[in-house]
């Protein structure tokens, strides 16, 4: 009895043991494959610069992507691209050897995961004819990219029925060889959860899909009906204010103790709060790391602040400008080179599409602020209060800021001088060859409806309207102008 | 007490037990190791010498593409009326005597399977004669002149939707071919073979119906990059239309290593010359996972340092000697000082298209967005590609072993190095491709001649889109007697 108990014992304790060491090693494989954290390779920080373009902030933990889903999705679904080049169709700014384009980031939590940063949004390219390799500018508007193609390509793909392990798994067994346990993960955890995310991105994203919301086009994005869905949750309404990327650079000239504010309609306090919540919105969650984050949030302030416009690429007609600076002086710098910069200027001054203010409002500003403030993170935040007009523009680097107004429908300086009836009415956004005449990216043409979104500025949110000043110059007056503008 | 009794019985049923299952055991395990045995190998055909590696080793692409050996034996007689001729010979592939597959093809025994599929030497390696009368030779390295890679894939597409795709017609093929299959491939791996290699070669033919929809290539050309665009399943119907429709001549390939860092391609849209391999064995079936790096390396290795054949006819070296003057003034400086001294300011450049001015298909149908893509190739691999790069115009090539590269031009639109010399409205117009007789007067392959033999050759005509003979016009404004004593010249790199 004794000794049958004893036997028994050990052998209850040998499967006890058995079971601590085999739940031992479960666990280190799910923590080492599923969870750890590897640094990204040391090339994407060698520089300020690429560090912009491919550095993590950390959005690879909740928003991102398993690598090899995102690598597959497009060879498998390239009918849910708005054309042929796989994420290239999406107009995203992609240097030449690289796996990713700019702005998406690839980082190990596990298993290789892509997430984005601010780049992906906040880098043009621009040629200076058809027949060149584009030039890459940091910190500037990301007139290209088809921010909402890519969401809806996701999602997108995520109902699709062949969406599924069988299918995802035969691809990426064509184009790598994953261990018998990264298999299984992919199998069994990762295609499943990742499809059940996308698909909770569907009702978030409802408004995306609206039929009688026109398309954002490339280089715009919806941004606070962005905030106002994901960070305050709030039902959806009928509005919509779709607007141009902004550029980044030089942030430091936003002074918040001058009565500045950021963003077009003046939404937020300070440069500061602006990194915070965009880093925020790519995240789609609390920082997994909140340390981290901040440094990052810090680096990022301190990066664009001093970073400057990129210089006018073609030649300059010096005596031309030297005259438009006249006409500046006159026209323009009472709200571009005054006290006046950088505040709001009422919208019945301005005149200008009002779809964008209708899209945000006091009490999202206030749910948002506490929203952030609950993260334990530490900003001044957005201002709480109903807005009614738009933010006078700071000029620097002004010539790679086309398409012009906050909504981006005026392709050309040169247009924008010009009465609101006698602006383009159709055109087409995110051709990256530039036009020096008009001052402003190629817009009309074969090649540009080609590789461009069309714009229709009659449809909801892309009023031309406004903005009317110096349109009654004389026509030498607007060259010069426009040729000083060059120069900023 | 119970002990005892009970003892008896247990060890009798043990040992029942042991006997029943060895009997269930043993045969499963004999089974299991046959099985093992049968399908679990991985073995390709190998080849002592180089040479014979570069015309029949494997580059691992029978993995994901091979087609089964008999069906590849039988595929010409289930479907003769989709190929031009009888055979694989009619669309220009080359048996030489003893071999049971053509040049360029190799053989791996793979999941109990012997397969067939392309290698290297297929698009790189054609024939010449010298004369009428003489035996073709096979010169190794060479542009497959005489391969017409569009009728090829047309055979399998076409083949693969017939309704005789099936395992009884395909199988009374095999038989009468004297395959003598056992049982078990006869059954089991052949029918499912016949029916998995359909769908794969449809899937396929849906993935190329482009082709279709572009002129004939014709032999010895190939639209590379609108090929490559299918590896990433780019919606080709919504091309634009000015990237279609591309077609390129087969390079020479020999040489490598003096052309490590040049700009590689027509276009010259890579410069590193491994990676430009990898990228060409896409075309051989390969994919990242199951490419055969360490045979791949033995061509490449050996490609570093092939050389072309001489030049097989008499060459007047008082003529050659005056040439080389005038090749020094008019060509060295984009082409190198000789047929082996590649050394020059311009050589593996590229010339802008507004200044070399030929036909711009070719240099259209490759795009910033198939480079970016191609960057993602053989991710997570330390050979990820990144020296793919969009160009905007042509590269300055090396001319090693020039009189076999005829015709000319990068779309092979010129078929004599003595018609490139002459101005583009004095150039051919439509002249005849895939004979391989040489001409050592116009130096070139005979292109006046439609057909010998029963065999057609092709017409081309500089007319059709991507066709177009202009451009080049170097030395075209030279006297008579300098062009022949240049071309006399050429005779010799």
Redesign the interface.
Known sequence: MALRYEAGHRLFKILVLLVVIFAAIGGYIAWDRGFREHPQPDWVHATAEMRFKYGSLGAENDAGIPYWIFYVLPRMFPEKLPGPGGYAALGVPWEEGQELPVGFTKKTIGFPRVGNNCAVCHTATYRTKPDEAAVFVVASPGHTTNVEGFFRFLIDCAKDPRFNADNLMSEINLVTKLDLIDKALYRFFIIPITKKRLLQREAQFAWIYRKDFPEWGRGRDDAMNLTKYFMTKQPMDDTFGPTDMPSIWNLQKYKADQGMFMNFAGDSHDAYSVIMDSALGLLGAPPAHKQDFLDQVAWLHEYLGKLPAPKYPFVIDAAKADTGKEVFAKNCAGCHASARTGTPIPLAEIGTDRNRLDSWNKNAAVIANKVVTDMGLQRKGLVEATLNGYIAAFLDGIWLRAPYLHNGSVPSLRDLLEPAAERPKVFYRGYDVYDPIRVGFVSEGREAQLAGTRLDVSQKASGNQGHEFGTTLRPAEKDALVEYLKTL | MNEFSDAQPTSRWRRRFFVLLLLVVVPLAVIGLYLLQRFGGDTPVDYASNEEHFKYGSTGGEH?MGFPYWIWRALPQVCPEHLPGPGYESVGMIFEPGKDVPVGTSKRRYQGVDRVFLNCAVCHTSTVRTDKSKAPIVVTGMPANNFDIMAFQKFFFACAADSRFRKEYVMAEIDRLGANLDLLDREVVYPIAIAIMRERVLTLAGRFDWIYREPNWGPGRVDTFNSA?VI?????D???PKELAAPADFPSIWNQKPRQGMSLHWDGNNSLVEERNKSAAFGTGT???TIDTGRIKRVEDWLLEAKPPKYPFPIDATLSAKGGAVYKQYCAGCHGASGSDFSGTYVGKVT???EIATDRRRLDSY???????Q??LY??YPW?F?????T?GYANMPLDGLWLRAPYLHNGSVPTLRDLLERVDARPKVFYRGNDLYDPVRVGFVSNVPDEDGRHYFEFDTKVEGNANVGHTYGTELGADDKAALVEFLKTF
């Open positions: 994901e665009k990433f399943n780019f919606p080709m919504v091309l634009p994919t990242p996972p802008p298209i507004d795009t910033t967005e198939l480079a970016v893509n960057s993602t991710a997570g990820r990144t020296h793919f790069r969009k905007f």
